[in-house]
């Protein structure tokens, strides 16, 4: 049961960074519409 561990670490560790990249490049989007 032990070895799930690592995988389920980098399945949330990878899920978190595209929510967080998504995120991002929202945010930087509506700065750009906002700027120009």
């Known amino acids: 049961m ?3 561990t690592p995988l ?4 949330t ?3 978190t960074c595209r929510h ?4 991002t ?3 930087l989007a509506l ?3 906002i700027i120009h």
């Open 13 to 15: 560790n990878a899920s």
């Open 31 to 33: 700065l750009v519409g």
């Open 20 to 23: 967080v990249r998504d995120r």
């Open 8 to 11: 389920v670490g980098e399945v």
């Open 25 to 27: 490049g929202s945010l």
């Open 2 to 4: 032990l070895f799930l």
